[in-house]
């Protein structure tokens, strides 16, 4: 055997391998690495968009907790002052209600002093009579001086 004819018979079968896998095994395995090198890529980039997303919708919510707690603010300042409005009102009502009762009550106390006195007019009246008769030691008859009792009734 003659070692020349080995290397060159070797190296021809390495080149039909070599052209055989470049031909035949080299594509795939090409392909292959590039959709995965595409799926992790898609993936990585998937990963960022999820990340920016979640950052995006952290600020989205503390914004709209911000807006919810001056809306709250807003709220309990509006239900304050109507609470202090309502307050007001009530007194001012409460305040017309007593002066209302208390121009009640004085014209009520008018009445009962007007009728007191013409109470006592007429007892003072009936007392004058009375007095009258003991004097003139006769009786005064009411019905006929009643005209002069009213008149005497009206002067006290």
């Known amino acids: 055997m003659n070692i ?11 080149a ?3 052209w055989f896998c470049m031909k035949f095994v080299w594509p ?12 992790i890529a898609d993936g990585l980039a998937a990963g960022d ?7 995006l919708a952290a600020k989205r919510a503390k914004e709209t907790l911000l807006e919810g707690k001056i809306k709250a603010a807003e709220i309990i300042a509006q239900a304050e ?12 009502i409460g305040k017309i209600e007593g002066d209302r009762m208390v121009l009640a009550a004085k014209a009520e106390i008018e009445q009962e002093t007007h009728r007191a006195r013409e109470a006592l007019r007429g007892e003072v009246a009936a007392l004058v009579v009375a007095g009258a008769a003991k004097l ?21």
């Open 4 to 14: 020349n004819m080995t290397l060159i018979g070797q190296s021809i079968t390495f």
């Open 16 to 18: 039909m391998f070599v």
């Open 28 to 39: 795939p395995i090409v392909t292959a690495l590039e959709a995965r090198k595409k799926f």
């Open 49 to 55: 968009r999820g990340k920016h997303e979640l950052e």
């Open 81 to 92: 002052k109507r609470a202090s409005q309502l307050v007001e009102e009530a007194k001012g």
């Open 136 to 156: 003139l030691r006769r009786e005064i008859n009411a019905q006929v001086h009643a005209d002069l009792l009213e008149a005497i009734k009206n002067e006290l």
